[in-house]
């Protein structure tokens, strides 16, 4: 049984007028908070707030890059060649600095946001830009990936530090990919039932299917989307059961090992 994991979201998403989630509660809640870069969402002074925000409750931030879809919030595929897509995580990096900068914050890891997430798991050559972009802005950063997935292995060769990640509220394939948010189930909203999923994560080393099977997957981070409606009960939810079963609830960068109450 795991003693201890990451719990985060995906936050910052707000642009001017347009508000997405609830950042300030998911805040009191999760160690890891990973802050849209302007691409697929985010305005500089949403993302500056809720860098402050951040700072308040001690949460680490990560960088959440993705292809630039501002109408599609990221979630549809691009073929993005390499050195386009090298330039766009580094100018995505860069940006999220300057303004953690401004807040007294730093940027310890980088997680890939929706489409580009989920292409890059098992797409080597888009994988591999993403790799290089990173490697070009900091090598100490640490990259969120996808549980289970080729990319980890690939990110270690080329020297990074890797996180395997779960999601408390997407279903799973038998193979340990995540249900398309086309299909019907893919998106849990059962604040109950999203918590025993991850309790058992912890406790057995999986959850169960869409398929109805048991599915192992390894994981040092759980998600919890910011964008859903859903978000502040789940977090809080998942957050109760596991510390209650004795799991400690804390940021998985080394400088920032702080556990949140």
């Known amino acids: 049984?795991?003693?201890?994991?990451?719990?985060?979201?995906?936050?910052?998403?707000?642009?001017?007028?347009?508000?997405?989630?609830?950042?300030?509660a998911v805040?009191?809640?999760?160690?890891?908070?990973?802050?849209?870069?302007?691409?697929?969402a985010g305005s500089p002074d949403g993302i500056l707030k809720t860098l402050k925000a951040a700072k308040r409750h001690n949460t680490a931030i990560g960088a959440h890059v993705a292809y630039p879809d501002l109408v599609g919030f990221g979630r549809r595929n691009m073929d993005i060649?390499?050195?386009?897509?090298?330039?766009?995580?580094?100018?995505?990096?860069?940006?999220?600095?300057?303004?953690?900068?401004?807040?007294?914050?730093?940027v310890t890891y980088v997680k890939p946001h929706g489409a580009l997430y989920n292409t890059i798991a098992h797409d080597k050559r888009q994988a591999l830009a993403v790799i290089e972009g990173i490697l070009a802005v900091d090598p100490q950063l640490v990259l969120v990936a996808l549980a289970g997935s080729p990319l980890i292995a690939l990110a270690k060769e080329k020297g990074l530090s890797v996180i395997a990640e779960a999601f408390a509220d997407r279903a799973y394939h038998s193979d340990g990919t995540l249900?398309?948010?086309?299909k019907e189930g893919s998106v849990l909203h059962d604040s109950k039932l999203v918590a025993q999923r991850m309790l058992r994560l912890v406790q057995e080393g999986g959850v169960e299917s869409i398929?109805?099977?048991?599915?192992?997957?390894?994981?040092?981070?759980?998600?919890?989307?910011?964008?859903?409606?859903?978000?502040?009960?789940?977090?809080?939810?998942?957050?109760?059961?596991?510390?209650?079963?004795?799991?400690?609830?804390k940021p998985f960068a080394p400088s920032l090992m702080v556990t949140k109450v």
């Open 1 to 24: 049984m795991i003693k201890a994991i990451d719990l985060n979201s995906d936050l910052g998403e707000s642009f001017g007028q347009w508000t997405m989630g609830n950042d300030a």
């Open 27 to 40: 805040l009191e809640i999760v160690s890891s908070a990973n802050i849209a870069c302007g691409f697929h």
């Open 81 to 106: 060649a390499s050195d386009e897509l090298i330039a766009d995580v580094i100018y995505q990096i860069g940006a999220l600095q300057g303004l953690a900068k401004a807040a007294d914050m730093t």
């Open 179 to 182: 249900v398309s948010r086309k």
């Open 211 to 249: 398929e109805g099977i048991f599915t192992p997957i390894q994981a040092d981070s759980i998600c919890v989307h910011g964008d859903s409606p859903d978000a502040v009960n789940l977090a809080k939810s998942v957050k109760e059961l596991l510390v209650h079963h004795g799991v400690e609830i």
